[in-house]
């Protein structure tokens, strides 16, 4: 099984760029899972994709070719989660609900999971989109964090807590409040208790339980860091688009992501690319020539220096249509042609 990451800034076409590719690789008799963030409404009508579907795999038939596609939600796979592991009512603690919840911090560690479920499954490819720029390195991040989460402190705490606190009974906050004597959180929690009541302290306590009764899922997902690491495995395709500044941008998260992704597993994309119309293109007066030269001229210095940057390079042309059906549609053609050509 391989996985295919689509990461860049926003804007540039990387969930385009991402389902075109899947089709692609449907077309010539993969087995593909498409995984999507957050497709525009159009895309999303494109992949037959409604918000009921969020966090179910669905088969779609697309541009003649069948597909799975998933619609990531991290609310659906916290609620898998702990239906796995028998608790499925730690749904409902108020404190978890905000943290899997749309912007809440548990989205890209719930994201690595769920990657990591599916990855379980006979896919040949899976395809990945993932949100823009900073939220990318954050899913990026998010393995890390797990490890530290469950350093050796914590688990002595999720340790104490398993044990000691009787979860059916909710005479939570006296049992942890004793554990906290000899640290300076007891003055933290008093502090809060007074404020909040039991009720808060209790949904505290019961939120730290919960991370512990599912940390297994928690930590098998940090395998998933190996693999995106290991460029037999993932290929990496940092998308941009022509305009100088994202081009930028582009580079600033190559470095970030420095050691996710090294030069031989990452592919930039150059999406919207208007070399290929502007070249075919015979201007009749002399400002438009000047107008093409002055572009082509603007893109070829560009093309130069991503490709200085990195081995590998595709670019992708910008489509003059207003239906994203159709820069799926040749944006396909095109993945197809650039893999005969035997790039990938
Ligand atoms: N090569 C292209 N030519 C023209 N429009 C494109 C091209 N690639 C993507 N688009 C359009 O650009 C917009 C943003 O694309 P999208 O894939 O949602 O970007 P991202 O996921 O990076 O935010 C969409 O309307 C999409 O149809
Ligand atoms: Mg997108």
């Not at 999303?44 to 795999?57: P, Q, W």
């Not at 340790?159 to 004793?178: A, E, F, I, R």
Request: hydrophobic share 40%.
């Amino acid at each position: 099984m391989k996985i295919e990451v689509f990461c860049g800034t926003g804007g540039v076409g990387k969930t385009t760029m991402a389902a075109a590719r899947a089709i692609s690789l449907a077309e010539n008799q993969k087995e593909v899972l498409l995984i999507t963030i957050d497709p525009s409404k159009r895309l999303k009508e494109i992949l037959a994709l409604t918000n009921d579907d969020a966090g179910i795999v669905k088969e779609v038939d697309l541009l003649e070719n069948k597909l799975s596609v998933l619609l990531m939600s991290p609310e659906k796979t916290f609620q898998r989660m702990a239906q796995k592991h028998g608790r499925p009512e730690i749904t409902q603690n108020r404190i978890l609900k905000i943290l899997a919840g749309p912007y809440g911090g548990l989205n890209e560690i719930l994201s690595l999971i769920e990657l990591n479920e599916q990855m379980q499954a006979n896919y040949d490819v899976i395809i990945l989109d993932t949100p823009p720029g900073s939220h990318f390195l954050d899913f990026l991040e998010s393995s890390h964090k797990i490890k530290v989460f469950f350093d050796k402190s914590f688990v002595e705490i999720f340790q104490y807590l398993g044990k000691s606190v009787d979860y059916q009974h909710l005479n939570l906050g006296n049992k942890v409040m004793k554990f906290f004597v000899s640290s300076g959180v007891k003055k933290l929690l008093g502090y809060l208790k007074s404020v909040t009541g039991d009720i808060f302290i209790n949904d505290f306590i019961e939120a730290i339980q919960a991370i512990y009764i599912t940390q297994k899922s928690f930590l098998d997902a940090t395998k998933v860091e190996e693999q995106l690491k290991d460029s037999e495995m993932t290929q990496w395709f940092l998308v941009t688009s022509v305009e100088q500044s994202k081009h930028k941008q582009a580079l600033d998260i190559k470095s970030k992501a420095e050691s996710y992704i090294s030069n031989n597993s990452v592919c930039l994309v150059l999406n919207k690319s208007l070399k290929e119309n502007l070249t075919s293109w015979e201007p009749q007066n002399n400002k438009l020539k000047e107008i093409k030269e002055s572009f082509l001229k603007k893109e070829n210095s560009l093309t130069a220096a991503l490709k200085s940057q990195f081995s590998l390079f595709l670019s992708f042309p910008e489509i003059y249509s207003l239906d994203p059906i159709n820069h799926i549609e040749v944006l396909k053609e095109k993945w197809n042609t650039n893999s005969i050509k035997g790039i990938l």
